[in-house]
């Protein structure tokens, strides 16, 4: 992933605009059909379709192959028509001939996004995240015990959560209370939550379960480098499993 930024913005003061490239492809399939049917009620299986585009580039058994190839994905459903949409963000080309044709109700759409975000610029965006908050050990626990993490339930709480992700102008990219900010800011009373089914996994993945919710709204880039950042690395957890993708516009 490209998140350089050029000649030419380094000569007009650095840190005033980052460039994004980055590979994008829509995927429509049929709800309907068992392949499809199987990612929808399997979380896990979900991140296996995902995956499957993309394959030999990471040996087997490499570490965080997802995050090795900048991958990152979002999803919704259409009932009525039974078509479930997917996008499917990466540093590298897709390859989605392992999916079965009968799967597929369009062809797969593929798009090279190459965009340079400005300081100032203002920008719809759309994402679906995990948010999750933690809760440390309780006191005597032994040394490295990770918290635990709880979901949020309630929108005005994913709102609050966002919030501490963004980043008024002026502010660094690290809050600090240690969380990452994404490079830009907004007007929090424009921004729409909708909470979003959970999304989990039967045995062998027994105890994955993950809350979503849809966060709409608009941007002013505060900070392009982190902002391209964002939309590189996605925010917030379960990146694995169709979170924290960013879309912008």
């Not at 908050?133 to 609050?160: C, D, M």
């Not at 994404?182 to 009373?189: K, L, M, N």
């Amino acid at each position: 992933m490209n998140t350089n930024i050029t000649a030419a913005d380094v000569s007009s003061g650095a840190g005033r605009a980052a460039r994004f490239v980055a590979a994008q492809t829509l995927l429509t399939l049929d709800a309907r059909h068992p392949f499809v049917g199987k990612s929808l009620i399997d979380a896990q299986d979900m991140h296996r379709t995902v995956m499957s585009g993309f394959p030999g580039w990471v040996d087997d058994g490499s570490p965080d192959p997802r995050a090795q190839m900048g991958i990152l994905s979002t999803w919704t459903v259409d009932l009525r028509q039974a078509r479930l949409n997917l996008v499917v963000q990466s540093s590298l080309p897709a390859d989605w001939s392992g999916i079965p044709g009968a799967a597929l109700t369009e062809r797969p759409e593929l798009l090279t996004v190459d965009r340079t975000f400005r300081l100032g610029d203002r920008v719809a965006f759309r994402t679906i995240v995990n948010p999750v908050r933690s809760i440390p050990p309780p006191p005597g626990s032994p040394p490295k015990t990770r918290g635990t993490r709880v979901p949020h339930t309630r929108p005005e709480h994913v709102k609050g959560w966002f919030t501490r992700r963004l980043q008024p102008p002026g502010e660094p990219a690290i809050a600090p209370d240690g969380v990452t900010r994404i490079g830009a800011d907004a007007d929090t009373d424009r921004i729409a939550v909708r909470m979003l089914p959970n999304v989990s996994s039967p045995a062998p993945h027994k105890g994955l379960r993950i809350a979503r919710a849809e966060i709409k709204g608009a941007l002013t880039v505060t900070d392009p480098a982190a902002f391209v950042a964002a939309l590189a690395q996605g925010i917030g957890h379960a990146r694995a499993y169709s979170c924290g993708l960013i879309l912008v516009r």
